[in-house]
C-alpha cells in the first residue's frame, strides 16, 4: 500500500526554514520599513536585515501571509498539517484556516489541520518536530490531530527582551508593558499565555538575573529535564549559558540552540531570546 501523502507547512514564525526527514514547506511572513521588504524565506539575509534595522529610524511593520500562500504551500499534500502563530498577534492562523476551507472544497478527499500554536518561534518548532514524529511514526490524520493536541498543552514559551519597541509600536503589547523592558539594563522575562498573548513576568537587572529567573520560571512550569529549543537573536552566550543552567540539574536534557529568523528577530529585537520547552506530562 501507498504511504498516505502527509505534509507539514508553518509560518516563518517558527523559525524553521527546513525539515528533514518530511514533506515540508515555509510560509514567510513580511518585514516592511518605508523604502525595503523583507521576506522571511531561507533567502533572507537575516544579519544584514538586523544591521539594517539598527540604523532604521522611520516606521516598520510586519505583514502575516495570506490565503494563498498557504494554499500554494499545501502543493499536491492529502494531510496537511499547519503550525501557525499565535492567532491573537497575527493573521496568519487565520489566513490558514481559509486556505483549509477552501483546499479541502476543492479537494473533498485531502484534509488540513491548523494548529494555532497561541505561541511563536521554538514553541511552534516544537510543534512542528512533535508532527514529524508523528507522521513517521505512520499514525493516521485523525491519531495525529489528536496526539499533537494533546501534546500542546505541555509545551510552553518563555522569553528575555530588551527591547519591546518594535512589538508596542506595531501594537502588539501595551505602551506601559513596553516601556518597562525599554529600561538600561533592564531584561524583561515573559511568557505566552494562554490566550496567546505575551505575559510579563519579570523584570530583572542584568542579563545574569534573567537568566536564573527564566530557569527558575520554567521548573515552575513543570519543566522536569525535557526538550527545549532556543532562539535568540544574536545572542548566543545567552543561550549558552541557560543550556549549562539546564544540563547542570537535568544532565540528558535535549536542548537545541537556533538563531531568531526574520520575523522574531524584528520582534524580539537585538539581544532577545525565546525558549520553548516540554513540561512533563502529567
Ligand atoms: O501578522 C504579523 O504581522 C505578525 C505579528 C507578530 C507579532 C508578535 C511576534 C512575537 C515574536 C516575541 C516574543 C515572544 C512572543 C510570545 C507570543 C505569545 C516574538
Not at 500500500?1 to 507539514?8: L, S
Not at 513543570?222 to 537535568?250: D, M, P, T, W
Request: charged content about 25%; some cysteine; aromatic content about 8%.
Amino acid at each position: 500500500m501507498e504511504r498516505t501523502k502527509m505534509k507539514i507547512v508553518a509560518d516563518s514564525a517558527s523559525d524553521l526554514v527546513a525539515m528533514e526527514g518530511v514533506d515540508f514547506a515555509c510560509v514567510p511572513l513580511r518585514i516592511i520599513t518605508a523604502d525595503r521588504e523583507f521576506v522571511d524565506t531561507d533567502a533572507l539575509n537575516v544579519e544584514e536585515m538586523a544591521g539594517y534595522l539598527l540604523t532604521y529610524k522611520g516606521k516598520s511593520t510586519t505583514a502575516c501571509p495570506n490565503v494563498n500562500d498557504w494554499l500554494e504551500a499545501f502543493g499536491d499534500g492529502q494531510y496537511v498539517f499547519c503550525v501557525a502563530i499565535t492567532s491573537n498577534l497575527s493573521g496568519s492562523c487565520n489566513a490558514a484556516m481559509q486556505a483549509k476551507k477552501e483546499y479541502e472544497e476543492k479537494y473533498p478527499d485531502r484534509r488540513v489541520h491548523v494548529v494555532d500554536s497561541l505561541s511563536a518561534g521554538p514553541e511552534e518548532r516544537l510543534l512542528a518536530e512533535k508532527l514529524r514524529e508523528l507522521i513517521q511514526a505512520e499514525l493516521s490524520f485523525e491519531e495525529i490531530c489528536n496526539a499533537i493536541t494533546e501534546y500542546q498543552k505541555r509545551t510552553r514559551l518563555l522569553f528575555m527582551l530588551e527591547s519591546m519597541k518594535n512589538l508596542a509600536n506595531n501594537g502588539r503589547v501595551s505602551p506601559l508593558v513596553a516601556r518597562a523592558a525599554g529600561l538600561l539594563g533592564i531584561r524583561l522575562v515573559g511568557k505566552a499565555s494562554d490566550q496567546g498573548t505575551l505575559e510579563p513576568l519579570e523584570k530583572c537587572r542584568g542579563e545574569k538575573k534573567a537568566l536564573h529567573a527564566i530557569f527558575s520560571r520554567m521548573k515552575a512550569l513543570g519543566y522536569e529535564g525535557g526538550k527545549v529549543i532556543i532562539s535568540h537573536c544574536r545572542n548566543l552566550n545567552a543561550a549558552e549559558q541557560l543550556r549549562e543552567f539546564i544540563h547542570r540539574e537535568f544532565a540528558a536534557a535535549k536542548v537545541v540552540i537556533d538563531r531568531c529568523r526574520g520575523l522574531c528577530s524584528f520582534y524580539a529585537e537585538m539581544g532577545g531570546m525565546l525558549l520553548g520547552f516540554e513540561a512533563a506530562g502529567r
